[in-house]
């Protein structure tokens, strides 16, 4: 895990341009498979974007594939992170899991108190995968008229003993 640097916008735009656009065919996709190349460029300079990635296997070109990204800003003593895709060809290898791990870290480094996240409540995993993280459920939302659309999270830091 690495935050991005500006000039790698490219690579986190297409990482999520990939890794959301299965839920394109859901009656209210996510907004995340339409934004911008500047959109993801904005998002860097307003906070960061962390980068998951892993050798590249035989076949594959020699380096570092980047599978993950991930966006993350700090209010005040809060991580607010959203956007968390995961290209398909690399989901259940644990990915998730450590980028959340990372954030946490680098949320306790920085004396923050608390990481939040909301996520579309239509996508079956979600609230199980946060929930088993140690992440409660704060809130729902509303949008597009749909009461229950948005699941919002929250994971209390605790001090490292």
């Keep these: 895990m690495r ?3 500006l000039e790698e916008a490219p690579v986190a735009h297409r990482i999520l341009q990939e890794a ?3 839920y394109e065919s859901l009656p209210y996709p996510s907004s995340a498979s339409r934004e911008s190349l500047e959109t993801t460029r904005h998002a860097l300079l307003q906070g960061a974007i962390l980068l998951g990635e892993l050798r590249a296997e035989a076949g594959e ?3 570092w594939q980047a599978c993950l990204s ?5 209010h005040g003593e809060v ?3 959203s956007r968390l895709a995961v ?3 690399y989901r259940g290898r644990g990915f998730a899991h450590r980028a959340l791990a990372w954030l946490e870290e680098f949320a306790r480094s920085r004396g923050l108190k608390r990481l939040e996240t909301t996520a579309r409540s239509a996508y079956p995993d979600n609230r199980p995968f946060y929930t088993a993280l140690g992440y409660a459920v704060t ?3 509303e949008a597009y008229g749909i009461l229950d659309l948005r ?3 929250c994971k209390t830091l605790e001090e490292h003993a």
């Design 87 to 89: 290209l398909p060809a």
């Design 79 to 81: 991580l607010r992170f």
């Design 70 to 74: 991930l966006r993350f800003r700090v």
């Design 20 to 22: 959301f656009a299965e």
């Design 151 to 153: 699941t919002h999270l």
């Design 61 to 63: 070109a020699a380096g």
């Design 3 to 5: 935050l991005a640097q």
């Design 139 to 141: 809130a729902y939302s």
